[in-house]
């Protein structure tokens, strides 16, 4: 099945600060997407990136992907407050399995004023 | 352009009745699929819709079934309600046949059964 699983579970960071987290997956991707969430609202698209790229930029958002250990990590430069939300990996395997990936329990992200 | 909205936002049932919660497609979307999001987890695949039939189901047993109308807005209804179907259910649209095929997700139905 498509499952990322998102690690650390938790990261607490200062304002201004870099944060990262990291997405493992056990299939062979088409593309790889990251989804944020605010608290118990929906996710909301951030970044896609294909198979056939190691890296992607999207204002302070950078996001990685490493095809052949099944990774990927979203690193989100200079921090704000407004940054603190649960972030997903979502990888897709082919254009017939797009939507449904199950997510993982994603990292929740909490940025210090 | 409108993005996806669901109804009801949140709703209180007892063990045992029914629920049908509503979602209408991004407009352009051909494609819905349906997440149960248990409080602390990340969101659990259900099943998809396109073309008005199932495409694709999760590890959710038959009481949850769905339906998808011309316009692409879709349904989705479970039976014989249990305390653990407590959740928040998501809606997310997409436009199957593009490639990239980004998610549009709705604000969510939260439904607790007592």
């Known amino acids: 099945s498509q499952q990322g699983e998102e690690d650390p579970q938790a990261l607490s960071i200062q304002e201004g600060e870099n944060a990262t987290m990291n997405c493992s997956y056990k299939?062979?991707?088409?593309?790889l997407q990251w989804y944020r969430q605010n608290s118990g609202r929906g996710l909301v698209h951030l970044i896609l990136?294909?198979?056939?790229?190691r890296e992607k930029h999207s204002g302070r958002l950078r996001v990685t992907l490493d095809t052949s250990k099944k990774s990927s990590s979203l690193l989100i430069t200079a921090s704000r407050a407004a940054d603190t939300a649960s972030y997903f990996c979502?990888?897709?395997?082919?254009?017939?399995?797009?939507?449904?990936?199950?997510f993982g329990d994603g990292t929740t992200l909490t940025v210090k004023p | 352009e409108t993005g996806v909205t669901q109804s009801p936002t949140h709703l209180i049932k007892t063990r045992g009745q029914q629920v049908t919660l509503r979602c209408s497609s991004q407009?352009?979307?051909?494609?819905v699929s349906w997440y149960q999001q248990a409080l602390g987890q990340g969101p659990q695949f259900i099943f998809q819709y396109y073309r008005e039939e199932e495409n694709g189901r999760g590890n959710f047993p038959p009481r949850f079934s769905g339906l998808q109308f011309p316009n692409y807005s879709s349904e989705l209804n479970v039976n014989a309600l249990e305390l653990d179907d407590s959740a928040l259910y998501l809606c997310?649209?997409?436009?199957?046949?593009?490639?990239?095929?980004?998610?549009?997700f709705g604000a969510g139905s939260r439904l607790t059964v007592l």
């Open positions: 990136i294909r198979s056939n790229e």
């Open positions: 979502a990888p897709t395997a082919n254009n017939t399995n797009a939507g449904k990936s199950t």
């Open positions: 997310a649209s997409s436009l199957k046949g593009t490639g990239a095929n980004v998610l549009t």
């Open positions: 407009s352009g979307h051909n494609t």
């Open positions: 299939t062979s991707i088409n593309n």
